[in-house]
């Protein structure tokens, strides 16, 4: 079971990634990380609070930005809590915000691949939260344009090696 779960923000997508490998014996919770700026936010740090204690004790946490290796060497079903994060903390790491695309992008294109063969190529359950970013207003900025381009070509990536795609809304699951 490979499964991509995407939502807006606070739609319950990660309770419900959470609820399909609840189950299992063993699983690997990946936070890929937020950017610097972020951990210095409270409101960051009370969500991260949150979620945690909501996970059950048995299950691992990975904190890595290199995805594609955290699945790779996962044990168990994996959780990756999401893909938002992983793609800004990209940018922060190739210092792209504002630097020229043909600088950075073949860099980054090859790191989604990564994660999508990762995907592909594990041997057991894998649910990938990530945000959907392709359904509202066009961003003012370019930061804001760049980071919902990527996320959203790493979204379709991924996609394209889960067994189902799931929208979250207002806590209630769709199939697509």
């Known amino acids: ?12 997508k990660s309770f419900h990634a959470e609820s399909l490998v ?19 936010d409270p409101d960051w740090a009370a969500r991260v609070a949150q979620h945690r204690a909501r996970r059950p004790g048995h299950w691992t946490t990975v904190e890595s930005a290199d995805l594609a290796a955290a699945i790779s060497h996962a044990e168990g079903a994996v959780v990756v809590d999401c893909l938002g994060t992983w793609i800004t903390a990209q940018l922060d790491e190739l210092d792209a915000w504002d630097a020229v695309l043909d600088d950075w992008e073949p860099t ?25 970013v392709g359904m509202g207003v066009v961003p003012e900025r370019r930061s804001g344009r760049l980071f919902r381009d990527l996320l959203g070509r790493a979204n379709q990536s991924i996609a394209a090696e889960c067994d189902q795609v799931l929208l979250v809304v207002a806590g209630r699951v769709l199939t697509l």
């Open 22 to 40: 609840v189950g299992e014996p063993v699983v690997t919770y990946i936070a890929p990380g937020p950017s610097p700026e972020a951990e210095d």
């Open 108 to 132: 980054l294109t090859e790191r989604i691949e990564e994660v999508a063969q990762a995907v592909a190529a594990y041997d057991g359950p894998v649910v990938v939260v990530t945000n959907e």
């Open 1 to 12: 079971m490979k499964v991509l779960v995407t939502g807006g923000v606070r739609s319950g």
